[in-house]
């Protein structure tokens, strides 16, 4: 009797968690129609091919920050660090440029990658061997990886005209349309997602922010994947740094500053839960475009900066009372089924 009751109440729940997934997911995309359609009502140039193609370059530098965001995310951590990781591997990058301008561009990417996972590893021993709180080891980092920058910067610029041309092609080119920065955050992003899907090493992402003493139970090296999302993170962020620089072409210090707070935001919104052990990356990739659109459509209706914030708030508001209010419904419904 007891050994019938076990299969049966199992797999109902990943069942109704992967619909309240699939519906936040839904709602995502009906809120994202809603907004592009009725701002192209309003001013039909909002969906013109120039203004589509600046707003979807200006989402795949946060849709890429928000894969790392999410990996720690779901293991009950943040990482407030990674605008911080942008500026200094953008500028770093740059300067990199300038003293060898004929070094190839799938070099300045690994450059980059390498970069942001020795910073992202610091973040890592802090969080899983230090113990250190996540939010406050990488609030730290944040400081003192921008002022590593002001100091590296001391006062400089990279301008576009320090870097090769060819370089710069790659952050406004193309693909049968669709701009490569694109293309390499989709790509990522799916990457990812069948990572997490599909492979153990993905699925303890979950069970280490579910529950992590159960995780370290189960067998699963709890310090190690703390350490390994936080590397992954960093990485992740000094790309996004590069692909930063190749965009917009000049940076200084201040290059990334408050990208972490719109990250975070997009991902929340996005359904990945800051309770940990919920979410998918393709929730996440739509509060990224979602909150890109909002942004976009403020801009072309001419409303004032305060209200994108006041918007991007209150949304991040609105999602973690709805994962407070799942939480305890779970936790309720959990105990119920433990009485009977």
Known sequence: ???????????ASPGWLSRLLLAREVSLVGLLLLVTLGTAVINPL??????????LLNVSIIALLVVG???????KHVDLSVSSTVGLSAFLTG??????PGMPVPLALLFGLGL?????????????????PALVATLGTLYVFRGVTYAVVHGGQINASNLPPGFLGFGTGSVLGVPNLVLLAVAVLIGFAFYLRSY?????????GSNSEAAALAGINVTRRIMTGFVLSGAIAGLAGVLYLARFGTVDATAGTGLELQVIAAAVVGG?????????????????????????????LRAPGFYQQAIQGALLLAAISIDMLVSRRAARRLQEERKS
């Not at 942001?116 to 250190?132: C, D, Q, T």
């Not at 153990?200 to 280490?208: H, P, Q």
């Not at 052990?277 to 459509?297: D, E, F, H, N, Q």
Request: aromatic residues 6%; without cysteine.
């Open 95 to 100: 300067s990199l440029f300038v003293a060898n």
């Open 200 to 208: 153990r090493g993905g699925r303890e992402y979950y069970a280490v």
């Open 46 to 55: 909002f969906l013109s091919f120039g203004s589509v193609r600046d707003l």
């Open 272 to 300: 990945v839960s800051i309770n940990g052990g919920v979410g998918t990356l393709l929730g996440a990739g739509l509060g990224a475009l979602l909150l890109g659109v909002m942004g976009s459509a403020l801009v072309t």
């Open 69 to 75: 965001q999410t990996l720690v995310l779901l293991m």
């Open 116 to 132: 942001g996972a020795v910073l992202g590893s610091v973040n890592g021993l802090l969080v899983a061997y230090g113990k250190v």
């Open 1 to 11: 009797m007891t050994e019938r009751s076990v299969p049966t109440s199992s797999p």
